[in-house]
Structure formats: structure tokens, C-alpha cells
């Protein structure tokens, strides 16, 4: 089995705030994360596919084609974007890294035509990262 990765950057905000909880939980359970005029990050975001070599081309998948899909579903959707306002298929959650790590998931599961999805991790910041590889 061959690990593919793929990094792919973007820029985003969003705030951490829940209407299940008080304005003094918010600021409690977030703190400065629950800032009302949100704030921003640099993303990466790592896409790994498992699969095996393909023994006419020597690849588990073209990386153009895998950046292309990456693109189209994801970065196209929310580089510049507030994860809060203006991303669809975040409505209504709460964007903090692993609810947006387990939604790229659910996008590219299905979208990946050689070898499998296999793990997703996404740097919020140097210091904070999610990975996830499914259920």
C-alpha cells in the first residue's frame, strides 16, 4: 500500500459560538476563539489517498487530478471565505477544526476515482491539527 498526500493551503474565518449555550459559556468554552467579529487562519490541509501503483502509469493517482478535485470541492469553497456565513455546507455548525476536518470528509470521500480517501489533517495553526480517517 502507497500513502499519496497532497497540501493544499487557504485562508479562512470564522468564530466558535453555539446558540445552545449562554453568551458567558460561549466566552468560557471558546474564549478568545469566540470572538463576536471572528478571527482568521492560514490553513493546510493534507489529503492522503492509499491505494497501489498503477503499473502502466507508476502512479496511485495523478496529484494535478487530486489538486483539481481538492480545489473544486474544497478550497474554491472556502479560501477568504467566513466559515460561519459563507460556506454552505457548514451552516449551522460550529467550524471549529474537527467539525470542518469530518465535513471535507464527507465531500471527498466519494470524489476520489484511484485508490481510497484515507486521512484528512488540517493544520489550523503550527501548533493546532486534526486528523481524521473516517469513520
Known amino acids: 500500500m502507497i500513502y499519496l498526500i ?5 485562508c479562512a474565518a470564522h468564530r466558535l459560538h453555539t446558540n445552545k449555550l449562554s453568551t458567558e459559556e460561549n466566552r468560557r468554552v ?7 467579529n471572528g478571527h482568521g ?7 492522503t489517498i492509499a491505494g497501489e501503483i498503477d503499473p502502466i502509469t507508476g502512479m496511485v493517482m495523478d496529484l494535478k487530478e487530486l489538486k483539481e478535485i ?7 469553497k472556502v479560501d477568504h471565505k467566513n466559515l460561519n456565513i459563507d460556506v454552505d455546507f457548514l451552516e449551522g455548525l460550529v467550524p471549529t477544526a474537527e467539525i470542518v476536518t469530518m465535513k471535507f470528509w464527507e465531500i471527498l470521500q466519494d470524489k476520489i476515482p484511484c485508490g481510497k480517501l484515507h486521512r484528512i489533517r488540517l493544520w489550523e495553526s503550527s501548533n493546532n491539527v486534526v486528523e481524521y480517517y473516517g469513520k
Request: hydrophobic share 25%; aromatic share 12%.
Open 6 to 10: 497532497r497540501k493544499v493551503q487557504f
Open 30 to 36: 471558546y474564549g478568545i476563539c469566540n470572538n463576536e
Open 41 to 47: 487562519h492560514n490553513y493546510e490541509l493534507e489529503v
Open 70 to 76: 481538492i480545489d473544486r470541492e474544497i478550497t474554491d
